[in-house]
């Protein structure tokens, strides 16, 4: 039966199922483990497996007593005929529809779009809530086959709810699958005290893929370098486009002005030292990195992508917002707040009032009433 659910009388403590494609260092993944973590924290049985085996390590520190689970010993060859690709995909989800028949979970919780529809087929019949939930604005995803979009229409119409970050996003999910999704923002998890001084440092942090827009951040780095020469730029992450931006520094005479740290674990501290964070995606689901940079007090700069940066800052009251690749306005704005750090300390103090607006037990309660099904005040928008 689509979306059923057993009731919770015939066990006392909730047991979930989550699921996305691997554990590796971005903002979905993190999510989904922080999640993970405040539901075990609840003592609820929480099983988190991934598609994905031993190729791609876990980047960030899951509770060791959630039950972690792989469901492949080995990501699928590069180059596969469509026969040997549907046998693959048709294992996985043979899979995971053991796990979730053997675990007998109050609901299945998966992240991202194949993922999502993977999850949903192997459930099928094993009357168990499924819930799905898009990370990014699927109207700007254009990595997303004709085939997974078909899917996805196919499927999503037969989750318990579908979930999306921003109310763009819903809308989009509505109107494309026939679904009325529900809206739940990321959550802040609880910010560690760093004991650090904001000093002269620019900090772009993100997976280095054209979306995420790290060259304008250096084009308009180059183009106020030679005023402000105390200031350096940070670039926290790594990704596919690394050699690229790298040469890109060589050509703009950045190489002694610009830093590639790769993945950084203490990334709050980060946060804590940098004079102003950056944010110039070209488009996003729920930015992680936008709220956490204002929840640890950090001045910020983001481009009004779709979607996601415009729910979280109002422009000139908690931040920064300007138009996506105008290289010249983010070579303004980070001008302006070098030039006057009072404005930008007073922005950087109205930001961390995000702390309560996306507080973690309020956003987290959410999740778990979609989840179990419970009749609370959900609104459909945030």
């Known amino acids: 039966m689509p979306g059923g659910i057993k009731h919770l009388t015939e066990r006392r403590v909730p047991r979930l199922v989550l699921v996305i494609g691997s554990l590796g260092c971005g903002g979905a993944e993190r999510a989904l483990v922080d999640m993970a973590n ?36 080995h990501s699928a060859p590069s180059r596969i005929s469509r026969f040997e690709a549907m046998r693959f ?3 996985r989800i043979l899979r995971l529809r053991r796990l979730i028949a053997q675990r007998e979970p109050d609901a299945v919780l998966s992240f991202i779009d194949v993922s999502n529809v993977l999850t949903i087929l192997a459930s099928a019949a094993l009357r168990v809530r499924v819930v799905v939930s898009e990370r990014t604005n699927p109207s700007q995803n254009q990595t997303i086959s004709r085939f997974w979009k078909f899917s996805r229409w196919l499927t999503y119409r037969c989750a318990g709810a579908v979930v999306a970050q921003t109310n763009d996003a819903a809308a989009w999910l509505d109107n494309q699958c026939g679904v009325r999704s529900l809206v739940i923002p990321n959550a802040i998890r609880r910010m560690p005290e760093v004991d650090a001084v904001r000093g002269p440092l620019i900090l772009a942090i ?15 780095f180059a183009r106020l370098s030679g005023k402000f020469r105390e200031w350096r730029l940070v670039i926290a992450g790594d990704g596919p486009e690394r050699s690229a931006l790298i040469s890109l520094c060589e050509e703009l005479n950045l190489n002694e002005r610009v830093d590639f740290v790769g993945e950084v674990r203490d990334v709050e501290s980060w946060f804590a030292r940098a004079g102003m964070v950056v944010h110039a995606s070209r488009r996003e689901g729920f930015p992680n990195a936008v709220l956490e940079a204002m929840a640890m007090g950090a001045p910020i700069i983001c481009t009004n ?14 931040g920064r917002l300007i138009a996506v690749d105008d290289v010249d306005a ?15 300390l007073g922005l950087a103090v109205k930001a961390l009032k995000v702390r309560d607006s996306y507080e973690q037990n309020m956003i987290m309660g959410r999740w778990s009433a979609a989840l179990l099904g419970q009749r609370v005040d959900i609104p459909a928008r945030f």
């Open 206 to 220: 993100g997976r280095l893929t054209r979306e995420k827009g790290i060259d304008t951040v250096l084009r308009a």
């Open 330 to 344: 983010l070579a303004v704005a980070m001008t302006e707040f070098i030039e006057n750090p009072r404005f930008r």
């Open 38 to 73: 405040h539901w075990k924290g609840l003592d609820w049985d929480v099983t988190l497996a991934t598609w994905s085996g031993s190729e791609i390590k876990d980047f960030y520190e899951i509770d060791p007593r959630i039950h972690r689970v792989a469901l492949t010993s």
């Open 305 to 318: 992508c779709p979607s996601g940066p415009s729910d979280i800052i109002e422009d000139r009251v908690n």
């Open 89 to 91: 995909i048709i294992i």
